[in-house]
């Protein structure tokens, strides 16, 4: 599991510097065709160390992948309107999210593994062919002449925007890996939920966000983008911290629209400044350190609160969870204390 992670985290930022600079659809479509080869590498891995290195080969192909998608969206997002297409843009990929597992459960459970990953790798294919027949070629608007060279990334490390996002995104990830991997642990051993149970509570989280996104995005062009950040934060936090507080099925189901309505409200509008930074210092390379921010916290987040349980016990990872999520939306704002928070 952390080696998709391992080169997913090296390769994103690489591959959105060089979409700058080259353009995106050739990324695109190639990481989309090697994705889909590489899928079938999982029928034919035999061993963990074969299994580890068709993982890390994918996480290299994922790098120019779903960044590189963000950044196309970006580059053809029209001023005032970056909420809603990057609403669009989560809410598809929260889409996939969801059904994802729920089809690869019935594709195995009926027809086996191989079929699974076989059409793994057939519906990247048909991404590909998507990608490479349909999708205009969309310029950068970042200019890369000789008298106005591309800003480094160490140029971009000096924005208080990048750098409150980055914190936002890194938090926010760490948080939901903790809810991701501890709430069913939570749910089946100590409330006594069936396994279906547990399963609709995590499908209701990821398609809500999915439903809610496009929602999120239009009030993201509408309302201060800093202040939904926050906020959408908060009820975030909120709804970890509560679920130690909760004893059924009925109870976490509340908490789990509450964290999805957090999330569809934050996250757009998190895109929404990250795009208005991209036009600044590209919108490849901005997009890609921040998804590179996102994939370390998914990484971290199940670790930390791991070694915290072994400790303290289960509710201590939510109450860990909720803790770093608060800690990002502390230091977003303090990096971004010059806007002010709340306005139209």
């Known amino acids: 599991m952390a080696a998709y992670g391992t080169t997913s985290i090296a390769s994103t930022p690489v591959f959105g510097r ?23 590498g999982y029928i034919w891995a035999g061993d963990v160390s074969s ?24 580059d053809a997002s029209p001023r005032g309107e970056e909420g809603k297409w990057m609403g669009y843009a989560h ?6 999210f969801g059904i994802g597992p ?3 459960g019935m594709l195995t ?15 990247n294919l048909i991404a590909f062919f998507i990608a490479a027949i349909f999708l205009p070629v969309v310029k950068s608007r970042q200019l890369r002449t000789e008298t106005h060279p591309q800003p480094s990334f160490r140029e971009m490390g000096k924005s208080s925007m990048v750098k409150g996002l980055f914190c936002f995104r890194l938090t926010q990830a760490m ?10 642990i939570l749910a089946a051993t100590y409330l006594g939920l069936s396994l279906t149970l547990i399963g609709a509570l995590l499908a209701v989280h990821v398609i809500l966000m999915s439903m809610l996104g496009t929602i999120g995005g239009r009030i993201a062009d509408r309302f201060n983008r800093r202040g939904l950040v926050a906020f959408g934060g908060v009820l975030f936090l909120l709804s970890i911290a509560l679920i130690p507080l909760t004893g059924n099925f009925q109870q976490l189901l509340i908490l789990c629209v509450m964290m999805a309505a957090g999330g569809a409200l934050s996250m757009p509008a998190a895109s929404a400044l990250t795009v ?4 600044r210092f590209g919108m490849g390379s901005t997009m890609g350190m921040l998804t590179m921010g996102m994939h370390i916290g998914m990484a971290l987040g199940p670790v930390i609160s791991g070694g915290v349980v072994d400790f303290a016990g289960i509710n201590s990872a939510f109450y860990c969870g909720s803790m770093m999520v608060l800690i990002g939306i502390c230091f977003f704002i303090w990096f971004t204390r010059r806007r002010v928070l709340f306005s139209q």
């Not at 080259?22 to 190639?30: A, D, E, S, W």
């Not at 299994?51 to 970006?74: C, E, K, S």
């Not at 948080?175 to 069913?184: C, E, I, K, N, V």
């Open 91 to 96: 809410a598809a990929f929260f889409s996939g």
């Open 276 to 279: 208005d930074e991209g036009r």
């Open 51 to 74: 299994l580890i290195l068709v993982r890390l080969l994918q996480g290299a192909a994922g790098g120019m992948t779903i960044p590189i998608a963000l950044a196309y969206i970006g």
């Open 109 to 123: 459970e009926h027809f086996g593994m191989t079929v699974t990953f076989s059409s793994m790798g057939g519906l």
């Open 175 to 184: 948080g939901r890996g903790s809810f991701m991997t501890f709430l069913p």
């Open 102 to 104: 729920l089809m690869g």
């Open 18 to 40: 060089l979409s700058d600079r080259i353009g995106r659809k050739r990324f695109l479509c190639t990481g989309l065709l090697c994705y889909s080869v590489i899928s079938l």
